[in-house]
């Protein structure tokens, strides 16, 4: 499903992380693609033109597809090759083609009778995928650089990040994402980089960090209501720019505040349960790829868990001890 130059130059611009990606696909699946990771799809300039990684070209077809027949149910097929990976589910087959420069990542989608939600989930699956075959992992993590180091907050919906990213950027740090983060290897080390141009947030939170309500409706959001707003509102904004971090802290609500180190034998296990629920595994081969880049990824790190209290003054302790650490 090659692209005609033309289109490729006019495509626009996706960003996940620092990866940047011109995509040639029908409007709503991009925008979907891209709301799926907490940005949206950026014109084409030249900056962001010369440094395009990728180029994405995503095509429907309601034809028969043979590769289809071998998927099996609710299931999914991933081979690692080069020059070109494959990636197929039930809705979607992908060719990822590493010779190309930049990568070239066809993507065909079958649509057949599935839902606008079931279809997103496919999207969700895959994209994942992609940016693992990439060499990239997908955290859901909020990060900010404060006092010249890179903090990671890594937790369940609901943890805190977007609460905890709020009050360090308060304190002078700038966020670099507060709900997805793309981690990938560069040189000896990783960096990490944010997607999000949006954070939402609770009453409680709303009423502790902005002296007026926000002139925004609240909405549902998995069972909670919360006002969507850029980052930047508010905010020093850096998503899409890569840093390195230094310290990981594994978030959770708790009923009092503490921060705890953690030994580092166990944190890639840890790591491996929270990023590990937005992968699909194929086989023990796909599984043992995802544990060994997040093992090598741990000596890089200090790790802590950080238990969240319901006080969200409690959060100038936080700051307090990344001072003392920097």
């Known amino acids: 499903m090659p692209a005609s130059p033309e289109t490729t130059l ?3 611009v996706l960003r996940l992380g620092s990866l940047t990606a011109r995509i040639d696909a029908p409007s709503s699946l991009g925008d979907d693609i891209a709301y799926i990771f907490g940005t949206s799809l950026k014109v084409p300039t030249s900056d962001l033109l010369s440094r395009v990684d990728a180029d994405i070209v995503v095509r429907e077809s309601d034809g028969h597809d043979a590769s289809a027949a071998e998927v099996p149910p609710d299931g999914m097929i991933v081979r690692h090759a080069h020059p ?3 990636i197929h589910t039930e809705a979607l087959s992908v060719t990822i083609d590493h010779a190309r420069t930049p990568v070239h990542i066809g ?49 369940d919906r609901g943890a805190g990040k977007t609460t905890t990213a709020l009050a360090l950027s308060r304190a002078g740090g700038t966020v670099l994402g507060e709900d997805h983060l793309i981690l990938r290897r560069s ?7 944010g997607c999000d141009e949006r ?12 002296d007026t309500p926000l002139p925004l409706e609240a909405s ?10 850029a980052v930047r509102t508010g905010a020093d904004s850096q998503p899409f720019t890569d840093e390195r971090p230094t310290q990981l802290f594994f978030i959770r609500a708790a009923g009092r505040f503490a921060i705890t180190p953690i030994p580092r034998g166990m944190t890639a296990l840890r790591l491996m349960e929270e990023a590990g629920k937005l992968q699909r595994f194929v086989d023990a081969d796909d599984r043992f790829r995802f544990l060994t880049m997040l093992s ?9 868990t950080l238990d969240r209290s319901d006080n969200l003054g409690d959060l100038d302790r936080l700051i307090a001890f990344l001072h003392e650490t920097a």
């Open 10 to 12: 006019t495509a626009p």
């Open 187 to 193: 040189g000896d080390g990783f960096v990490v980089s």
């Open 296 to 304: 090598d990824f741990v000596p890089t790190i200090t790790p802590y």
């Open 220 to 229: 549902e959001y998995a069972g909670r209501m919360k006002k969507e707003l």
């Open 84 to 86: 070109v990976s494959v």
């Open 107 to 155: 993507v065909r989608v079958r649509r057949g009778e599935r839902s606008h939600y079931d279809l997103c989930v496919h999207l969700a699956v895959v994209f994942h995928k992609i940016l693992f075959v990439l060499d990239r992992i997908v955290l859901h993590a909020a990060a900010v650089r404060i006092a010249g180091r890179v903090a990671i907050f890594i937790g």
């Open 199 to 210: 954070w939402r947030v609770d009453e409680r939170t709303e009423r502790h960090f902005f």
